[in-house]
């Protein structure tokens, strides 16, 4: 039976619980074998500026260090230059030898500016895609409109997971405002960021 990999990308920056609990509530949903974390080297709709790849590349690996259905891939990192979905996911049909079925996890938000990513009616048409819920989104509209975009919907599944109400950018400015950031993310990589002075 092919394996169900679950392909989970972004900036990371940091990784923080509200990312793993997406993460986990995916993988028990659609039966995943795996989640693959991938954090972005240069992601096409968004400047980074506060960290660089290779310490987001590291606090990921911290986080999901002890969770044996969660791993980490370099790829985009190796790959340097626009992180670009299309040809991330054919790099994973590759390492599985085409057998595996693909699936590929953002959230509401990234959904919706589909149109924009290269090659996205194909990105569709070669792995499922799992569309996770966020506060503030009209999931019924959101379905309306990727539908003038996309040949076909078939493979979009949308999934309501658990909210935390915590993001990235809130934990930066808790970090440069000297506030405490232990509830938010796991604990290495709280030590991690303190050790390296980030986002300072």
Known sequence: MPSKIGIFGGTFNPIHLGHLIVADDVLCKFKLDKIIFIP?????????????????????????SKNPNFKISPVELNRKGKSYSIDTVKYIQKLYKNKAHIFFI?????????????????????CHFIVVSRPG??????????????????????????????SSTEIRVRIKTGKNIKCLVHSDVEKYIYQHKLYV
């Not at 290779?54 to 999901?64: G, P, Q």
């Not at 953002?106 to 070669?126: C, P, R, S, Y």
């Not at 379905?143 to 915590?166: G, Q």
């Open 40 to 64: 972005s080297y240069l992601p096409p709709h968004k400047v980074i500026k506060d960290t660089n790849a290779k310490h987001r590349y590291k606090m990921v690996k911290l986080a999901i």
């Open 137 to 166: 989104y009209d999931t019924l509209h959101l379905k309306k409109k990727i539908a003038k975009y996309l040949d076909s919907t078939e493979k979009v599944h949308f999934m309501k997971v658990t909210h935390t109400n915590i």
């Open 106 to 126: 953002l959230g509401v938000d990234a959904m919706q500016e589909i149109h924009t990513w290269k090659n996205f009616n194909e990105l569709v048409d070669i």
